[in-house]
């Protein structure tokens, strides 16, 4: 059985069949999970100023690079290992870098909650044992972890859930637009405008607690009414929840107070991202934004995007991400005129910008370890096919070894 | 004669806010310098109405600018009906041109929430090469 | 989808009972059924019927692929979220501890499997929709978020 790390539900159930040492069909693996392990059609080369070299030359000019920084920075690690998220860690503490990764534009503040208690949560095996309320809000789980509802919150029969999903279970999507998962909630969409997340809780705080709403008050005493009656319930707080409620944690909370039956999940994209966050808050105490100096001080000017729009970043180390695919352009030409050493299997935007690349291996396919789903449950990642590629891992050893 | 053709296409005020979409991701997984990543990527979905009240069809190649960058995409009609008053676009290199830098000091963009102005375009659509040309280190001439 | 209505009216019409059913509206049937192929019907290949043949082969052309249940899996449309998979009571019922808990189907017995990415349909004798105590069951219908499982 292989792993699949298309996204963090890390599904562990998949047969890929291995031909020439090549992945030549998945079984089980949804369209996005096949897709990355057959693997792109471009792997990336190591390169100095987009010139072909050898590795051993882009290691070395890396070294060259980061040690002539004044400021340099570590970003990515989302799309590795655990282990090399922690010898990433050390590196960014040696280098007394600063340290983040796209939880801090996607679901860190969420995940920083999670991990500080202060937001119940449970494991994805309990929803699918237990679980007859849930909500999907702001999140398109069919699209985004595509087994979501198969493998656990909807579908399948679970310990306390034998009689199927019609009977048992009561799917709830909360969107701006009627997603494929908003589909499957069929009776149970509940459209909101958008930036309307916030007065749609409140609304449905006051119906919790026996108030009149004055917002949609039918749909929303309807809906209060589920949640009330839920025995085990699971709010999937997707990146539309998260991006419009942005810092304002508190009302998730105060809404979570009124729902004693239920846990929080984030759903979470980049296979390993609540590994790195993990990994990070155990060492230092928060998710992301961390200068290690080496002692770790936490700061938004750390984020990448506060970092690349006050240029306060000289040179920058991106493992396993392609910020130039995912941030806005006004801060890309910030981006392309530092030096950026780019480390991925793939060719990526940020790798044709990078004056350094090197290519690693594409993790559960040519290189193995331990990453963590989006509910905390450590997964190990085994290697199904030989490459003559590095780990991540590796060239994070290889890399503190050198400086 | 067609008078239509000198006059310049309407211009339109658009809401626009992103989403992930499957299939774009897979595209993404195989090559995002692909033809497939770019048709998946390069369009905005728009509700039967605004369509309408835009006059534009399905396959029009519309030209989607701000202050923070301009492209074209091809419309589409939504897949499910939608309200209108709020278009949408799968998170890609093309959406990220439209969204500011500015995140007042709080590190998370505006992904969600584009404000732009949308008109019916001749060009090509945007390639992912000219997307990423401006930034491209071009070799010191001789 | 095509409807009985449609294929009767390009039929001669004339209840000859030469392709083995009592009247055309039976053979219709049998027609949309996938019992009886348009070649059956022998006055449709003379030559004055070959607009009507022609019609009605185009019509049935959507069902060509279809098992005999009449079930089509679009893979195009296929996100390969295994929702079927987990869903079809028949999956459930030949496989608790695989397939019907969320799980990889641990057996061959079950109908739909995820194969590179698309669901694929296999056993198809085991579909309620099979044989002659079938039901008309949505289940593989119903949970699929883009339409790609039809029955034809």
């Known amino acids: ?403 | 004669m067609d008078i239509g053709k000198f006059l310049k296409s309407p211009e339109y005020e658009i809401k626009i806010t992103t989403y992930r979409d499957i299939f774009q991701a897979e595209a993404m997984e195989r090559d995002r310098f692909g033809e497939e990543y770019k048709m998946l990527s390069a369009a905005i979905s728009i509700s039967k109405i605004d369509m309408q009240k835009m006059g534009l069809k399905p396959k029009d190649r519309v030209k989607i600018s701000n202050s923070y960058g301009s492209i074209i995409v091809e419309a589409k009609e939504t897949k499910k009906d939608e309200p209108g008053g709020l278009a949408f676009m799968v998170n890609s290199p093309w959406s990220n041109s439209l969204v500011s830098g500015d995140t007042q000091g709080k590190g998370i963009p505006e992904y969600k929430n584009i404000n732009a102005k949308i008109s019916l375009s001749k060009e090509e659509i945007t390639t992912l090469e000219k997307l990423i040309a401006p930034f491209i280190k071009k070799p010191i001439p001789f | 989808m095509v409807t009985v209505m449609e294929l009767y009216q390009l039929l001669p019409r004339t209840n000859c009972k030469k392709c083995g059913e009592s009247t055309c509206m039976a053979f219709a049937v049998a027609l949309l059924g996938r019992k009886k192929n348009v070649a059956e019907c022998t006055p449709l290949l003379e030559a004055n019927f070959k607009p009507q043949k022609e019609k009605l082969e185009s019509l049935l052309l959507p069902t060509a692929g279809a098992e005999e249940t009449g079930l089509i899996v679009h893979p195009e449309l296929c996100t390969g979220c295994g929702n079927c998979v987990v869903a079809c009571p028949v999956d459930v019922a030949n496989d608790p501890h695989g397939a019907g808990m969320g799980c990889a189907p641990t057996n061959e017995k079950v109908i739909f499997k995820v194969v590179d990415g698309k669901v694929m349909a296999s056993n198809i004798k085991e579909c309620r929709r099979f044989g002659k105590s079938k039901v008309l069951c949505y289940a593989c219908i119903d949970p699929c978020p883009t339409g790609a499982i039809e029955f034809v």
């Open chain 1, 1 to 403: 059985m292989a792993t699949c790390t298309g996204c963090a539900l890390l599904c562990d159930d998949i047969e890929a069949i291995v031909e020439n040492n090549r992945i030549k069909e998945t079984r089980n693996a949804c369209r996005r999970g096949a897709a990355r392990m057959k693997g792109c059609v471009n792997r990336l080369v190591p390169s100095i100023d987009q010139k072909p070299t050898d590795i051993e030359s882009s290691i070395r000019k890396t070294v060259e690079i980061i040690k002539n920084a004044r400021s340099p920075m570590l970003f990515g690690l989302d799309n590795s290992t655990c282990e090399a998220q922690a010898k990433g860690i050390r590196l960014a503490k040696k280098l007394n870098a600063v340290i983040d990764d796209t939880s801090s534009f996607c679901q860190g503040l969420l995940i920083e909650r999670i991990l500080q208690k202060k937001l119940r949560t449970c494991s994805l095996d309990d929803i699918r044992n237990k679980a007859d309320v849930l909500v999907y809000w702001g999140s398109d789980a069919q699209d985004s972890q595509p087994r979501h509802l198969s493998r656990f919150s909807y579908f399948p029969r679970g310990e306390s859930r034998q009689r199927g999903y019609e009977e048992d279970r009561k799917a709830i999507a909360i969107d701006v637009r009627e997603s494929n998962t908003a589909k499957i909630c069929k009776g149970h969409f509940y459209r909101i405008p958008l930036k309307g997340d916030r007065e749609f809780i409140l609304a449905l705080i006051e119906a919790l607690s026996g108030k009149v709403p004055a917002y949609d008050t039918k749909k929303m005493l309807e809906l209060a009414g589920i949640l009330k009656k839920a025995e085990f319930g699971a709010v999937f707080v997707g990146i539309g929840l998260t991006y419009s409620i942005k810092e304002d944690f508190d009302i998730l909370t105060a809404l979570a107070e009124k729902l004693p039956n239920f846990n929080i999940m984030p759903m979470v994209g980049h296979y390993n991202m609540r590994g790195f966050n993990e990994a990070l808050f155990k060492e230092t105490g928060f998710v992301n934004r961390v200068k290690l100096e080496p002692k770790a001080v936490h700061d938004n000017k750390y984020s990448i995007m506060e970092s690349l729009i006050r240029k306060n970043t000289d040179a920058i180390i991106v493992v396993g991400s392609d910020p130039m695919i995912s941030l806005p352009r006004p801060v890309l030409t910030y981006l392309a005129s530092i030096p950026v050493i780019c480390i991925d299997p793939c060719i990526s935007m940020t790798s044709k910008i990078a004056a350094v690349t090197i290519p690693c291996a594409a993790t559960c396919m040519e290189s193995g370890g331990t990453a963590i789903r989006m509910d905390g449950k450590v997964i190990s990642l085994s290697k199904i096919i030989t490459s003559e590629y590095m780990p991540d891992e590796e060239i994070m050893d290889r890399l503190m070894e050198a400086i």
